[in-house]
């Protein structure tokens, strides 16, 4: 009797372990088949060095000029909540956004992480977000989608996609993220 029950429990054990690999083999050909958020031929990275000091002045102060309150929108509100008629780069940069010098590898990269999931973000944040990072992605130099990213708070907001992401911003994707864009920096 002991021999049967072993015999069972054996192959009850290999069958387990057969669908676990089919499993994940079926779980391998949907991620390559995951498509990138914007079909862009080029991305570029902005990132505003501004301290919480002087930014949180910035919010105190009474009586804000129009470019004052539209720094305030881009770096902390929706905003643009679509792609913008006008240059949104000239926009950035007449803030003091920096462009980074990204190599297209480091494009390839950024243009992996900002596809299509097959898991949902789960969680969420109820801080302000501080969106010291913008990605514009462009496509025949016409600007197709944009990206702004608060990797302090882990919170984005994703303009110009036709494809749902809703799951990105998985902790994993804005660390590799963060880590192409700021190679130098040091983590707390």
């Known amino acids: 009797m002991k021999k049967y029950i072993i015999v069972i429990a054996v192959i009850l054990a290999l069958s387990c372990s057969n669908s676990k690999k089919e499993n994940f083999e079926k779980v391998k050909v949907a991620k390559s088949e995951l498509r990138p958020f914007f079909d862009s031929d080029q991305i570029s990275h902005y990132y505003l060095d501004i301290s919480d000091d002087n930014f949180f002045k910035l919010i105190r102060k009474e009586n804000k000029t129009e470019k004052e309150k539209e720094l305030i929108n881009i770096y902390i509100h929706t905003f643009p909540d679509n792609i913008p008629k006008v240059d949104f780069e000239k926009t950035l940069l007449n803030h003091n956004y920096k462009k980074s010098n990204l190599s297209s590898k480091d494009e ?15 969680d969420a944040c109820a801080c302000i977000a501080e969106y010291k990072d913008v990605f514009v992605f462009k496509k025949n130099e016409k600007t197709v989608g944009i990206a702004k990213i608060c990797f302090k708070n882990a919170r984005f907001q994703i303009i110009g996609s036709q494809i749902n992401t809703e799951g990105f911003g998985l902790i994993n994707e804005l660390e590799r993220l963060e880590s192409i864009v700021r190679p130098n920096e040091k983590k707390p």
């Open 108 to 122: 390839k990269n950024i243009e992996n992480i900002f596809s299509e999931k097959d898991s949902l973000k789960n």
